[in-house]
């Protein structure tokens, strides 16, 4: 049990770069996810499956739904405030100042 602890603890106290991404969009997916689990359930509930293909039915389409309104959000700045993000920072490119090819 000392070794699981010991290992999450290094790997999960660090500030990765993939880390901070992810905790940026914690939020904006939840509000997404929650949603369209909701929208979607509302049609796929009434279906005359049996409820396990009805939770796969839900389960995929609003991950992939999800995970593609999230890309979205994330390209633009103006949808990035209104789920919580900060405004993406443009990249400063030398060799474009430069006009280094």
């Known amino acids: 049990m000392f070794f699981f602890i010991g290992i999450s603890a290094k790997f999960f106290n660090s500030n990765h770069k993939l880390l901070s991404g992810l905790n940026a969009g914690i939020l904006p997916f939840y509000i997404l996810h929650q949603t369209i689990i909701i929208v979607i359930g509302f049609f796929v509930i009434k279906w005359e499956l049996s409820i396990l293909l009805k939770f796969l039915v839900i389960f995929i389409s ?40």
Do not use: D, H
């Open 62 to 101: 609003s991950l992939g739904i999800s995970i593609v309104l999230y890309q979205i959000i994330r390209r633009n700045n103006s949808l990035r405030i209104l789920f919580g993000m900060k405004n993406k920072q443009k990249s400063y490119n030398l060799a474009q100042t430069l006009q280094i090819n």
